[in-house]
Structure formats: structure tokens, C-alpha cells
């Protein structure tokens, strides 16, 4: 998604009053369609309530929005799992806002880039200029704990034991399986599996009534960015 300055054609309702305004162009093939039969570029919020982990499926999508928007249309799972890497160039130098597939890597082997602060960390921006960029988002309603650092996986162990000790359903979300005190260990072996089930993962938590969420950071190599700073975020 590539933030840019607007040209007059483009309403302010679209963008929330600001002068500049996202672009992008899905790979899905039946957005595709969609956009071919309307016949005109398309201008769409997100499709999950504000702060909350995103849909990554249609049943995501009805069990948000399903009282109040007319049709649904399932397009099957997303690919990846995480919302779009977003760049400003608006700029001299091109500004990650937020990582996505596209990773840091892949994108210094076409150009210079800058790194927004509000990805790595988790203190709030006065004037976000994409989604995700809240000091709190993806967040579901158990409470999420990140562990990072050594021995994380016997610290999440610890923590685990402790929670659960004080009657409160644990659920781990960790690279593998470890010694734990958890009502649901859902295993993410590698960054594609982890960015593809962590959102699906957090509804699912929600549906089985988990007040605590323990989840193991991982390297913020390529797509562990991405997912990093959602998990940041959410917790």
C-alpha cells in the first residue's frame, strides 16, 4: 500500500480529511472482479472493528459486521495472514509505516528506506497516517502477554503456571510445544505459519473464554517485522 499526496479528484471522505490517501491493488481474483465490474477504483475501510484482530476469513467478517452491511462475499482465507505492508512516499525518502509480506529487506534491494518509530515500539502517534499505527490494535479480548528475550520459552512456562494457579484460562501461542499450565497451546512453527493463524488464532482464544494470552516473540527478520509488530501492538 503506497500512501501518496491526493489530487483533487479524490473526496476528502475518502480520506478522512487528510491530503494524502492509500493506494493499492490486491491480488486476490475475485477483488479483481469486483473492481473490473464496477468499473471504477474502490474506497473501503477494513473489514474488522477498530482495535480488534483482524478477519482473515468470511466468518471473521460476519461475526463483526453481520447486522449491519447488506452482503458478504467470501473470498476464501487471505493469503498471508497480515494486513498489507504500507509505504510513504510522500517524501524524499520512502517510509515504512507498516511491515507487511513485503518485507524491509526486499524493499532496500529497490530504494533507500526510513523505518516509522511506531513499529518497533509501542507508544501512540498523534496523527496516524496508516491503520495499525495505534499504540493498541489487533488486540482481542484476553489479555495478551508477549515474552521475549532468552529462555522465553521457561519464562512463558513460569508465567503460565502462575496465571493458571489463579483460576484464569492460559492459552500459549510459542514456536513449540514447552512446559506449560494452558487450557489451548496453539503451535507456530515458522513466521509464514504464525502471520497466516496468529489473527484467527486470537478469535479463537475469545471463543473458548481464555482471559490470558502468552505468546512467545520471535526474530524480527523478514516476516517476523510484520508479525513482531502486530504482537506488540495487541499486547
Known amino acids: 500500500?503506497?500512501?501518496?499526496?491526493?489530487?483533487?479528484?479524490?473526496?476528502?471522505?475518502?480520506?478522512?480529511?487528510?491530503?494524502?490517501?492509500?493506494?493499492?491493488?490486491?491480488?486476490?481474483?475475485?477483488?479483481?472482479?469486483?473492481?473490473?465490474?464496477?468499473?471504477?477504483?474502490?474506497?473501503?475501510?477494513?473489514?474488522n472493528l477498530s482495535g480488534r484482530p483482524s478477519a482473515t476469513a468470511a466468518g471473521h467478517v460476519i461475526e463483526d459486521f453481520l447486522e449491519h452491511v447488506d452482503m458478504i462475499i467470501d473470498g476464501g482465507e487471505t493469503e498471508v495472514g497480515l494486513e498489507s505492508t504500507v509505504i510513504d512516499v510522500t517524501g524524499k525518502t520512502p517510509m515504512l509505516l507498516r511491515p507487511g509480506k513485503i518485507t524491509p529487506e526486499e524493499l532496500r534491494k529497490i530504494t533507500g528506506i526510513s523505518i516509522h518509530p511506531s513499529v518497533r515500539k509501542t507508544k501512540s502517534v498523534s496523527m496516524a497516517?496508516?491503520?495499525?499505527?495505534?499504540?493498541?490494535?489487533?488486540?482481542?479480548?484476553?489479555?495478551?502477554?508477549?515474552?521475549?528475550?532468552?529462555?522465553?520459552?521457561?519464562?512463558?512456562?513460569?508465567?503460565?503456571?502462575?496465571?493458571?494457579?489463579?483460576?484464569?484460562?492460559?492459552?500459549?501461542?510459542?514456536?513449540?510445544?514447552?512446559?506449560y499450565e494452558a487450557r489451548l497451546v496453539i503451535v507456530l512453527n515458522n513466521p509464514k505459519k504464525f502471520a497466516h493463524h496468529l489473527f484467527a488464532s486470537f478469535r479463537d482464544c475469545d471463543k473458548k473464554n481464555i482471559?490470558?494470552?502468552?505468546v512467545e516473540g520471535i526474530s524480527e527478520k523478514k516476516l517476523g517485522l510484520a508479525i513482531m509488530n502486530r504482537l506488540r501492538k495487541a499486547a
Not at 157 to 163: E, M, N
Open 129 to 179: 497516517k496508516s491503520p495499525g499505527m495505534k499504540y493498541k490494535h489487533y488486540s482481542p479480548r484476553a489479555e495478551v502477554i508477549l515474552v521475549e528475550g532468552k529462555k522465553r520459552l521457561d519464562r512463558i512456562g513460569t508465567i503460565s503456571r502462575q496465571f493458571s494457579e489463579k483460576g484464569k484460562n492460559v492459552a500459549i501461542l510459542a514456536t513449540k510445544k514447552g512446559d
Open 1 to 47: 500500500t503506497l500512501v501518496m499526496k491526493k489530487s483533487k479528484i479524490v473526496p476528502y471522505v475518502v480520506t478522512a480529511g487528510r491530503e494524502t490517501v492509500a493506494i493499492r491493488m490486491p491480488s486476490n481474483r475475485i477483488a479483481h472482479e469486483l473492481i473490473k465490474a464496477v468499473g471504477v477504483p474502490l474506497a473501503a475501510p477494513s473489514a
Open 211 to 214: 482471559d490470558t494470552i502468552i
